[in-house]
C-alpha cells in the first residue's frame, strides 16, 4: 500500500480477495523457482491451475488483444487504479500476455543467480535501453550541474545513436566511451563522482567485445552506481550477467529471443535490489527497479509492448537453450572454416582461441544447465561473427552479394542465416571516426549464423568468396 491514505470497507474487500490470488501465485512462484532452465523457459508461470480456473483451459497462454480491463465497481475500479491489487488495466501499463512474458524472462535471467529479479518489457531493445538508462540521468535537488555515464564504445549502432546524440548533443549528458573494455583500467580512470552508471554490451554487436563483468559490477559498486550490461548476442541460455553483479540486464527481444525472426520487443530486467546514489522517492527504485520503471516512468512515456509481439517472443522463449547450443554449434563450425580461408584475413569469433577475447568470453559464456562430464557447463559463444575480406572495400561488397542462401540484411539472432556489412549499414550513421574508433573496418561481414546444416552455410560462403 503506497501512502497512508485510508481506502473504504468496499476497496478492502478487493483487497483481502486479491491477497488470496497472490498468495496462491507466491506458492506457485516458490515451485517454478526449483524448476531448471528449460523448464521454466517452457512454462513460465502460467499453470494448468491459472489455465483452468482463469484461462477456459488453454494449454498454451492467451493472447489478449483487448486494450483495457473493465472492473466489477468502483470500489475495484479504485483498488485497481491505486495498484492495491495485480490489475492491468489498460496495455500501456500492462497486459496479461505481455505479464507471462515478463515473469519467464525474469526468472531466466535470475536463475542460478542467487538474486530475485523483475521484468518489464517494452516495444523494442532501444526503448529497454532507454528506459533502463534515463531514470539515472534525472536532475537531482542541489546535484551538479554536469553529469555523465561511461559506456564501452563497442555498442550496437542505434546505441550508439541514442547515447552520442540525443543523450549527449541534446541533453547535454556527457557519455565518456571505454576504447578497450577488456581493461577495466580504463574504466577506472573515466569515472568520477558525477558518474551515473557504467554500460557494456557484451558480446558487442559487432565486433564481439567483451569484459570482465565481475570487476566492472565491482568497479561500479564501489562508486555506488549501477551496472548496466546489454546481453542481446548471449540470452540468458548462455550467460547471466546478474551473477556477476550486474544491476540491470537490457535485451533487444527482437533478435536471438525471438529468433523466429516475427516480432519486436525490448526487456529490462533488474536484479532485487539495485546500486544507486541517485535519489528518487519511490521505495521500488531501489527495491524493483524494472517495476518501477514500469509503474512510473514507462506509463508516463508510453513505449509499451505490443502483446501480440510478447506472444511471439513467449513462443519462440521456451525452446531457447537448444537453439541456442545449436545456432553456436553451427557458427563455430563456419568461424573455423572462415579463419582458414585464403581470401579472408580476419574472424572475429569469440569461440576461436586466437580471438583475443576468447579468455574472458570462455570465463562468462557457458550453456547453462549442460554438463561436460566433468561437472562443469560448456561453452558456448552464441551465433555472431565477422570476418574481414581481403583486398579493397569493393571485395567484401563482392563477395557478400553474392550470397544465395545467405539473407542480406540488417538482422541478427535469426533461425536463418543473415549477413550485414557495418560500415555500409547499421554503423553508417555514425560516421568513419567513430567507426575506426569502434573497429569496424569496411572490409567487413557481420554473419550471424542460423539453424540450417552449417555445411550448407559454408558452401555458400565459399562459392561467394570465389568472386574475389
Ligand atoms: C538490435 C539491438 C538493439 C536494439 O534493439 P531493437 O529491438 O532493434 O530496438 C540493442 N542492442 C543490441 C546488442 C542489438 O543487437
Redo the contacts with the bound molecule.
Keep these: 500500500m503506497p501512502d497512508d491514505k485510508t481506502y473504504s470497507p468496499g476497496v478492502m474487500k478487493y483487497v483481502a480477495e486479491a491477497k488470496k490470488l497472490m498468495a496462491e501465485r507466491e506458492a506457485h512462484l516458490a515451485e517454478v523457482k526449483k524448476w531448471k532452465f528449460d523448464t521454466i523457459a517452457v512454462h513460465g508461470l502460467y499453470s494448468v491451475e491459472e489455465a483452468l480456473s482463469r484461462n477456459q483451459g488453454a494449454v498454451i497462454e492467451p493472447l489478449y488483444l483487448s486494450a483495457s480491463q473493465a472492473y466489477r465497481d468502483s470500489d475495484e475500479l479504485e483498488a485497481a487504479l491505486a495498484y492495491l491489487v495485480p490489475t492491468w488495466c489498460y496495455t500501456r501499463i500492462a497486459n496479461p500476455t505481455t505479464y507471462y512474458l515478463e515473469w519467464a524472462l525474469a526468472l531466466l535471467e535470475g536463475y542460478k543467480t542467487g538474486h530475485d529479479t523483475s521484468c518489464l518489457v517494452t516495444a523494442?531493445?532501444?526503448?529497454a535501453?532507454m528506459s533502463a538508462t534515463d531514470p539515472f540521468l534525472v536532475k537531482q535537488k542541489d546535484g551538479p550541474e554536469k553529469i555523465n555515464f561511461v559506456s564501452c564504445v563497442q555498442v550496437?549502432g542505434?546505441?550508439f545513436q541514442h547515447f552520442s546524440v540525443r543523450k549527449m548533443r541534446e541533453r547535454g549528458i556527457e557519455v565518456r566511451w571505454v576504447l578497450h573494455p577488456e581493461d577495466v583500467n580504463e574504466w577506472k580512470a573515466k569515472i568520477d563522482e558525477n558518474t551515473r552508471f557504467l554500460y557494456m554490451?557484451a558480446p558487442?554487436?559487432p565486433q564481439q567485445s567483451f569484459c570482465d563483468s565481475k570487476m566492472l559490477a565491482e568497479l561500479a559498486h564501489s562508486w555506488e552506481i549501477p551496472f548496466i550490461v546489454?546481453a542481446?548476442?548471449a540470452t540468458p541460455a548462455l550467460m547471466r550477467p546478474i551473477n556477476c553483479g550486474a544491476d540491470i540486464v537490457v535485451h533487444?527481444?527482437?533478435?536471438s529471443i525471438t529468433a523466429g525472426g516475427l516480432a519486436?520487443?525490448?526487456a529490462l530486467i533488474s536484479r532485487k535490489p539495485i546500486v544507486t546514489k541517485v535519489k528518487n522517492d519511490h521505495p521500488l527504485f531501489k527495491e524493483s527497479f524494472a517495476e518501477y520503471v514500469k509503474f512510473l516512468p514507462y506509463r508516463d512515456n508510453g513505449p509499451a509492448a505490443s502483446p501480440v509481439n510478447a506472444m511471439f517472443a513467449l513462443n519462440d522463449l521456451r525452446t531457447l537453450r537448444s537453439k541456442m547450443d545449436l545456432l553456436s554449434q553451427n557458427c563455430q563450425k563456419v568461424a573455423e572454416f572462415l579463419q582458414g580461408h585464403p581470401k579472408v584475413y580476419r574472424v572475429d569469433y569469440l569461440g576461436l582461441p586466437s580471438f583475443p577475447h576468447h579468455g574472458l568470453a570462455k570465463k562468462y559464456m557457458k550453456l547453462v544447465d549442460s554438463d561436460d562430464g566433468k561437472g562443469s557447463e560448456v561453452n558456448r559463444y552464441g551465433h555472431l561473427m565477422s570476418f574481414g575480406v581481403d583486398g579493397p572495400p569493393e571485395n567484401a561488397r563482392k563477395a557478400f552479394d553474392r550470397f544465395k542462401l545467405i539473407y542480406r540484411a540488417t538482422d541478427?539472432g535469426r533461425i536463418k542465416s543473415v549477413a550485414t556489412i557495418p560500415a555500409i549499414s547499421t554503423h553508417q550513421q555514425q560516421g568513419e571516426e567513430a567507426r575506426r574508433m569502434a573497429d569496424i573496418p569496411p572490409q567487413l561481414i557481420r554473419l550471424c549464423v542460423g539453424g540450417e546444416d552449417p555445411d550448407d552455410v559454408i558452401a555458400d560462403l565459399d562459392q561467394a568468396l570465389k568472386a574475389v
Aim: net charge negative; glycine share 18%.
Design positions: 523494442s531493445g532501444m526503448s535501453i550496437y542505434g546505441t554490451e558487442s554487436n546489454d542481446t548476442c533487444s527481444l527482437t533478435k519486436i520487443g525490448g541478427l
